[in-house]
């Protein structure tokens, strides 16, 4: 669904200049030192969207430095909103792009990453673009700790399954695998997006994905195929 666009776009992200880096590349090896020396991990989120994920993990955990990717800076601003309104310091936000992660960050400066509701998109061409493709796998592995996790989360089946295959294809081992996370009632934060899908009864996919001690498995030299 395409993004509304936000009036007084510029002047509300303004206002929430305190919790945007403007310039991710500039902090490239340095963001802990930066913005947060006492943290003990560092995690990202990968689209977040309105932020009500971001806001409410960032203020269950204020001992760990969570920075937040979103392309569309129409929905960023409502998350650096939320932040903003929770007075919170230990969250950051990026208009930025997944493709370009290990520009922004060290090898091994990355704990954790949460993927959540990312696009589909159609298996047919365009697979490559999925945030779980093995392509994108492989470029997290360039940023994450030893034993990093990968935490994703989506309501698209065909997606889930097409990403629990290429989670152990990148050198991933899969834990915590579910197709109806809130089967017994809700179960952790929740995305504005995922909020509503519960309402509606609708199952949530969940897993992870922890980096193992080796190099990827080779891409396979075929086309993407179709679930």
């Known amino acids: 669904m395409r993004m509304r666009k936000k009036k007084n776009l510029i002047p509300r ?3 929430c200049a305190a919790c945007q880096v403007k310039d991710g590349f500039a902090l490239k090896g340095r963001w802990r030192e930066t913005l947060m020396p ?5 995690r990202l989120e990968l689209g ?3 932020g009500r994920f971001t806001a409410e993990t960032a ?11 979103e392309k569309v800076p129409d ?4 998350a650096m909103e939320r932040a903003t309104a929770l007075e919170l310091k230990n969250v950051f936000f990026v208009v930025g792009d997944a493709a370009l992660l290990p520009d922004y960050f060290a090898p091994g400066e990355v704990d954790l990453i949460y993927i959540n509701f990312c696009d589909p998109w159609p298996p047919k061409g365009q697979a490559k673009r999925r945030l779980t493709h093995r392509g994108f ?11 990093g996790q990968v935490h994703f989360k989506t309501d698209n089946q065909p997606l889930f399954e097409f990403s629990v295959e290429e989670f ?6 899969l834990s915590e695998v579910t197709r109806d996370l809130h089967k017994d009632g809700p179960r952790g934060v929740m995305t504005d997006y995922e909020a509503k899908f519960y309402e509606q009864g ?6 992870v994905g922890t980096l193992l001690h080796r190099e990827p498995a080779p891409q396979s030299t075929e086309e993407d195929a179709a679930e």
Request: proline fraction near 8%; charge should be positive.
């Open 202 to 207: 609708q199952p949530i996919n969940r897993c």
């Open 48 to 50: 977040c969207g309105k």
């Open 75 to 78: 929905a960023l601003v409502v």
């Open 168 to 173: 152990p294809q990148a050198g991933y081992a």
């Open 59 to 69: 203020r269950q955990n204020p001992d760990i430095l969570f920075i937040a990717i």
């Open 38 to 42: 006492a943290a003990k991990e560092l």
């Open 137 to 147: 796998l492989d470029l997290y592995r360039k940023v994450l700790v030893p034993n």
């Open 13 to 15: 992200m303004e206002k």
